[in-house]
C-alpha cells in the first residue's frame, strides 16, 4: 500500500520561500511510468495543479506558477521536494502530494491521481 505524508512549516511569512516534503512509503518515486505531483487548496477554493516530477526525473510545471515553483527528490531516496518561492498571503492553502499513472489528458488531471497525502496546512502571514 502506497502512502504519502507531508511534512513543512505550517507558518510562512510574506516573500519567503515555502520549502515541504513529500516522504513516499510502500513504493518508489522511481518506478517506471509513474508520476508525482503537488496540489494545493486555497481555503473556500478548487484544488489547483502546482507541478509533478516523473518517475525519470523530468519536472513539468503550472505555467502561472513555473517562474515561483521548484520540484526535485528530496535527501532520501523516496522523497519529493516542492519550493515556492516569494509566497504571499494567496499563497495560504493545503499542500498535497499525489500519484498517478497515467498522464492522458494532462498532469493536471486529478480525477486521475490514486494516492494522495493527508495534506500540510501552510499559512503564509507576517
Known amino acids: ?6 511534512s513543512g512549516p505550517g507558518l510562512v511569512k510574506p516573500s ?24 494545493r487548496q ?8 502546482m507541478g509533478a516530477m516523473s518517475y525519470s526525473g523530468s519536472t ?12 526535485s527528490r528530496g535527501t532520501s531516496q523516496n522523497q519529493l521536494t516542492l519550493q515556492l518561492s516569494s509566497v ?7 499542500y498535497y502530494c499525489g500519484r498517478t499513472r497515467d498522464i492522458v489528458g494532462g498532469y493536471d488531471n486529478l480525477t486521475k491521481y490514486d ?3 493527508q495534506g500540510t496546512q ?5
Open 1 to 6: 500500500q502506497v502512502q504519502l505524508k507531508e
Open 16 to 39: 519567503q520561500t515555502l520549502s515541504l516534503t513529500c516522504t513516499v512509503s510502500g513504493g518508489s518515486i522511481t518506478t517506471d511510468y509513474h508520476y508525482w505531483s503537488w496540489i
Open 42 to 49: 486555497p481555503p473556500g477554493k478548487g484544488l489547483e495543479w
Open 60 to 71: 513539468y510545471y503550472s505555467p502561472s506558477l513555473k517562474s515561483r515553483t521548484s520540484i
Open 88 to 94: 504571499t498571503p494567496e499563497c495560504t492553502a493545503m
Open 115 to 117: 494516492y494522495w497525502g
Open 122 to 126: 501552510v499559512t503564509v502571514s507576517s
